[in-house]
């Protein structure tokens, strides 16, 4: 019944910018903590940013501290990610995910803390 769905990954050069879009279906963005992972070649999964079920409270990984941020719009039940400045670093599958319940309002940083998980979107950097 949940499905989460990534949008907006690309190809852009190093310093430019990208807005990722994550749409959830089967539940409000209101009622869970939601945030974004990715996943570079040859790597582990790693957390980038998440956002409060209430939307009042962020958290981000000093990776991209100050280059994302992490917002949502509750009237399209979607998930954003803004980047800007992109490095050579970040290329990666970006993925967005959906708390479980009891790490409501706890910003994890942990995958074990996400029950759902959208395919993917791909961002790539050039140079």
């Known amino acids: 019944q949940v499905q989460l769905v990534e949008s907006g990954g690309g190809l852009v050069q190093a310093g430019g910018s990208l807005r990722l879009s994550c749409t959830l279906f089967?539940?409000?963005?209101?009622?869970?903590?939601m945030g974004w992972f990715r996943r570079a070649p040859g790597k582990e999964r790693e957390f980038v940013a998440a956002?409060?079920?209430?939307?009042?409270?962020?958290s981000y990984a000093d990776s991209v501290k100050g280059r994302c941020t992490i917002s949502r719009d509750t009237a399209k039940n979607t998930l954003y990610l803004q980047m800007i400045s992109l490095r050579p670093v970040d290329p990666a599958v970006y993925y967005c995910a959906r708390t479980t319940g009891g790490y409501r309002d706890y910003l994890t940083t942990f995958a074990s803390g996400y029950d759902y998980w959208g395919q993917g979107t791909q961002v790539s950097v050039s140079s």
């Open positions: 956002i409060s079920w209430s939307g009042l409270r962020t």
């Open positions: 089967g539940r409000t963005l209101g009622s869970v903590d």
